[in-house]
């Protein structure tokens, strides 16, 4: 089990602005690895330098997505997948590039085994429980059957880039019943707002690596429960006219 460094200061955020396709990090692999800002992807800000292989450097595990807003990623077990409009799962290949993206090498501090059913309220309610503190971030591992999931994607967006939220309003959304599969995902603390999502955030991928997408909502049956605390937080900045221009101060 790794030891927990509870980082609760300025040297929390290692903000670098590197050249596309070489990055650094700090050598632990016990890091939070992001590339750009939440709020970045929020403002329509949809291409960024960082290509899978580079990232791939930096995690075996995670989400995120795909330059021009195409699709949702969805990292596992070293094997980066893409989960298009169309609900289907496609493997991605390392010359492609990301806007904005979260990973970490999954090694799990904490696991267990989860034998009754839970909505997505539920469970979240139960990870909640889990969590020894509300100061740091998971990466979070969900396997296991599920009777439903509710997950959706969002087609390439065509530029100028609208912003997330009108971008949002094309999303497709699918249900599938009664498959097994892995949510990928993490839980970041209320203090990174705007740099990360607070709370819960999980993509979905079924075990025949098929189809998925970001949660919505789900019921699972029975499955195993892992959770890898992390406390070390690296972000990339990206680079490009379009970042460079943007207007952080008025959020």
Same mark, same amino acid.
């Given at each position: /089990? ?5 980082? !609760?200061?300025?040297? !929390? ?9 070489? =990055?650094?990090?700090?050598? @632990? ?7 750009? /800002? ?34 949702? /990623? ?6 980066? &997948? ?11 290949? #390392? ?13 799990? @501090?904490?696991?267990? *085994? !989860? ?15 889990? !969590? ?20 959706? *994607? ?6 100028? &880039?609208?912003? =997330? ?10 249900? =599938? ?29 079924? *075990? @025949? ?5 970001? =949660? ?18 690296? /972000?990339?900045?990206?680079? #490009? ?11």
């Amino acid at each position: /089990m790794k030891k927990v460094h509870f980082l !609760l200061a300025v040297t !929390l955020l290692i903000i670098t602005i590197g050249a596309s396709g070489c =990055l650094s990090s700090p050598k @632990d692999k016990d890091v939070l690895f992001q590339i750009s /800002m939440f709020s970045v992807l929020s403002e329509g800000v949809y291409d960024g330098d960082v290509t899978f292989e580079g990232l791939k450097r930096h995690g075996d595990f995670g989400i995120g997505t795909f330059n021009g807003l195409d699709g949702e /990623m969805v990292a596992v077990a070293s094997e980066f &997948y893409q989960i298009k409009a169309d609900g289907k799962a496609y493997s991605v290949e #390392g010359s492609m590039k990301t806007p904005f993206a979260v990973v970490t090498f999954f090694e799990p @501090d904490k696991a267990v *085994s !989860l034998d009754k059913v839970l909505d997505y309220e539920q469970l979240s309610q139960y990870l909640d429980s889990m !969590l020894p503190t509300r100061n740091i971030f998971y990466a979070i591992r969900v396997e296991g059957a599920f009777s439903y999931i509710k997950a959706r *994607s969002v087609p390439a967006q065509s530029k100028p &880039y609208p912003p =997330l939220a009108e971008a949002l309003k094309g999303q497709t959304t699918f249900e =599938l019943h009664d498959v097994t599969g892995t949510l990928v995902g993490f839980w970041c603390p209320t203090y990174v707002e705007g740099i990360n999502v607070p709370g819960y955030h999980f993509h979905f991928i079924t *075990s @025949d690596r098929k189809a998925g997408g970001h =949660l919505l909502d789900c019921q699972i049956e029975s499955g195993k429960i892992e959770i890898d605390y992390t406390s070390e937080f690296f /972000m990339m900045l990206l680079r #490009g006219e379009k970042f460079y221009e943007l207007n952080l101060e008025a959020r």
